[in-house]
């Protein structure tokens, strides 16, 4: 990905010096700029774009967007980079360049960042850039990790084998281990091992300290298994946590930028988006009135439980019928619903439904990226059953998430343990370009219509 990013960083200025190029040749009574400046100005919007498209999760090993979602995360970045650049250029009236030029270059790139990118693709062996990896283990921790089958969660590595240490069982097939014969080192020299990843269910005893100093000194990354899966998945897996590595890891920080500047994108990005769907959802609570007769709700409003614990009133359009918890009892939705509406069937596949939370943001209830808030009954319920399910009580809540993005949409206590491991990675990484880029991809998931229910 880093090759990628330098190549694409320099097509972006390659593109700015031919649109340059153009509008003289085009326009050739338009006042001309010294090189010096031009450069800068280059470099700006090569920045600019750069940063942009970074923010939006095309250089992370974990982006799973197909033909469609890149090419929408790439004129987004585009779009913003060109208006970056055009704040930049406003702030220094010195580097001040023609509206043309700027306009010609974000033409220019969007179709020379497709090309670049999908011939690269296809061209490059990926396997010369991905790490090696040594499993020292065999049992249940090293079977987690030989469970990642997927081809999302295998592009940033090549498994090499697994190592067993002295008295450890084996759950893993025969044939994937490799036969230490003498030191740690030389083997990893032998098979170019990269990095090595401590998977051993028990380390009280055998636990190879020398050994794993003198790959560390050598330049080999040693790591845990929680952090390797973390870093390769993009969730925290439970089933090899250790309360420890929550402890005394990186990440879940709430400092007060962190809490300020996304209580800014909240109120900047929810104001924009009311107006923006005030159309919208008024032609959907006539259509609700009109399916359902003028009598009936609107709104649906149901309790939530929200950051801390504090239980609030999230707003719904009403999508299914009045008397669809009749009984009292909280019920998960399931796929081809009884009790979904004609109307709430087309708002619910297309996220309509869950616009009026637009108004909990507003009222700083809930955020506009967090873990999805759930009732009462069931937080209760899955916090009995599942481990660390409360700790996603510690942000927010929000209309959309990484786990909404990651996972389907979850009607079970199954769901909700595959779903709190995604939660669990948005809490510990959260921050202010991550919440862009998962608003960026929720558009994806909205007009693509995947994982609405």
């Known amino acids: ?34 090189m010096g400046s031009i ?11 750069f940063a942009c498209t970074m923010a939006l999760g095309l ?7 197909r033909v469609f979602g890149i090419l929408v995360r790439v004129v987004a970045s585009v779009a913003a980079g060109v208006a970056i650049t055009a704040v930049g250029l406003y702030l220094f009236p010195r580097l001040w360049i023609g509206r043309s030029v700027l306009t010609i270059a974000g033409l220019l790139v969007i179709p020379m960042m497709l090309a670049l990118r999908f011939g690269f693709s296809r061209l490059v062996d990926h396997t010369t850039f ?6 020292y283990g065999t049992g249940q921790r090293a079977k987690a990790i030989a469970g990642l089958r997927r081809s999302s969660d295998q592009r940033g590595f090549m498994l090499v084998g697994f190592v067993r240490p002295p008295g450890e ?36 005893d055998a636990f190879p300290i020398r050994e794993l100093l003198d790959c560390r000194l050598a330049g080999i990354d ?8 973390e870093r390769e998945t993009g969730r925290v897996r439970i089933d090899v946590l250790n309360p420890s590595w929550l402890i005394f890891g990186e990440g879940f920080k709430r400092g007060s930028f962190r809490l300020q500047s996304a209580r800014v994108l909240d109120l900047f990005a929810a104001s924009a988006l009311l107006i923006l769907t005030c159309p919208l959802m008024v032609a959907t609570a006539l259509a609700i009135k009109l399916d359902d007769g003028w009598r009936s709700p609107i709104f649906f409003k149901q309790e939530r439980v929200g950051f801390g614990g504090r239980i609030f009133g999230l707003l719904k359009f009403r999508s299914m019928c009045v008397d669809a918890e009749a009984g009292g009892r909280a019920l998960w939705a399931q796929k081809n619903d009884s009790r979904v509406t004609r109307v709430g069937a087309v708002i619910r596949k297309l996220r309509i439904d869950e616009l009026p939370q637009i108004l909990n943001v507003l009222k700083g209830e809930m955020g506009l990226v967090g873990p999805r808030p759930e009732r009462p009954e069931f937080v209760k319920q899955l916090a009995e059953r599942i481990p660390y399910y409360v700790e996603r009580l510690s942000v927010k809540p929000g209309i959309t998430g990484w786990a909404q993005l990651c996972y389907p949409y979850g009607s079970s206590e199954q769901d909700a343990l595959e779903k709190l491991q995604y939660d669990l ?11 862009i880029a998962i608003l960026v991809q929720t558009a994806e998931v909205v007009l693509m219509g995947k994982g609405a229910r």
């Not at 450069?39 to 774009?49: C, D, P, S």
């Open 1 to 34: 990905m880093a090759t990628l990013a330098l190549l694409e960083a320099a097509t972006v200025f390659c593109a700015f010096i031919i649109a340059r190029f153009l509008h003289f040749r085009w326009n050739p009574h338009a006042t001309d700029y010294d």
């Open 39 to 49: 450069w800068a100005r280059g470099l700006l919007f090569a920045g600019a774009t």
């Open 59 to 65: 250089y992370s090993e974990r982006q799973r967007a």
């Open 130 to 135: 991905k790490r090696r990896v040594l499993i």
């Open 169 to 204: 069982e084996v759950a893993l097939p025969l044939e994937r281990l490799v036969h230490a014969d003498g030191m740690l080192l030389d083997l990893c020299a032998r098979h170019e091992v990269d990095e090595i990843v401590v998977a051993m269910d028990e380390r009280r």
């Open 222 to 229: 040693v790591t845990e298994p929680s952090t390797f899966l």
């Open 425 to 435: 990675y948005y809490i510990k990484n959260h921050n202010l370009l991550f919440d």
